[in-house]
């Protein structure tokens, strides 16, 4: 039934729909009721079809939102994706093995992800894009550099707010540490790192991104027992990938240099 049979002219019709949307917090359709409409008019679309595509509209705006929202709450450093990563560049990282990582069935089941590489071997921007799908996906994620996550365990315990952080450490589905390796940690930091991990063991996934091998690990966590454990914790049923010596970074900045020069 058009709006004018009802008794309803165009301008009052699109007040009440304005009104009706901000009452059903309904800002998609809100925004693009007068277009869709006119598309749907256009088209000749059924009512079925054109209701069905107000809906779909509001529907994925509000997971645009909900991604978007995931992705801020992670507290990534800087926006990278899958689809700007090299693979030629560096061959040592299989694409189809980061292809199914990107399907995020590993963070469904709480495994563990490990990148091993030198610097600028493309192993946070692997790191921060896979944590990106992962939010994208519906996983609630966090990135943190792992000094800063010691230093915040240390701040916590000795404020006896150790527990807490540790909870709130523990729900997340991801929780992406970078730069692990790049300092040594004393036997308290890497006490309660290692905390943080059996928190979540078998339970939530840990990505890991580090510039040392796991036999130079005992430079970051000087306790052997202690060091052995948290390799232990973060390989069980996880994934290794490792992303060589050769920094993309390096050789991107030479080649710029040399074109520059030429």
């Known amino acids: 039934m ?3 049979k009802r008794g309803l002219t165009e301008e009052a019709a699109a007040a009440s729909i304005e009104q009706a949307c901000r009452l059903l917090r309904l800002p998609s359709i809100r925004q693009q009721f007068a277009d869709l409409a006119d598309g749907a008019a256009r088209d000749q679309m059924s009512y ?3 209701l069905a595509e107000l809906l779909m509209t509001e529907c994925d705006d509000r997971a ?3 991604s978007e929202r995931r992705i801020k709450a992670a507290a990534f450093p800087r926006d990278k994706s899958l689809r700007t990563f090299d693979f030629e560049a560096n061959p040592n990282v299989d694409p189809a093995t980061v292809n199914t990582l990107a399907t995020c069935e590993w963070v469904k ?3 563990p992800l490990c990148l091993i590489g030198d610097s600028g071997t493309g192993k946070s921007h692997l790191l921060i894009a896979l ?3 992962a939010a994208m996906n519906g996983f609630r994620v966090r990135y943190v550099l792992a000094t800063k996550l010691v230093n915040e365990l240390v701040e916590a315990a000795d404020e006896k ?3 807490k952080t540790i909870a709130r450490y523990g729900r997340v589905d991801l929780l992406c540490i970078d730069e692990l390796g790049y300092m040594e940690l004393d036997r308290r ?3 309660l790192l290692f905390q943080v991990l059996t928190e979540r063991e078998e339970k939530n996934s840990v990505a890991i991104a580090s510039n040392e091998s796991f036999s130079g690990w005992t430079k970051t966590f000087t306790d052997p027992r202690l060091c052995a454990a948290i390799v232990d914790r973060l390989t069980f049923n996880g994934a290794i990938i490792q992303t060589g010596t050769d920094s993309y970074r390096l050789a991107h ?6 074109q520059a020069a030429s």
Do not use: C, I
């Open 189 to 191: 930091g890497a006490e």
């Open 2 to 4: 058009s709006p004018r």
């Open 109 to 111: 089941k709480g495994e």
């Open 253 to 258: 900045t030479k080649a710029q240099a040399d």
């Open 64 to 66: 645009r939102r909900r």
């Open 131 to 133: 944590g990106t799908e």
């Open 48 to 50: 079925r079809a054109f």
């Open 161 to 163: 707010q150790l527990t």
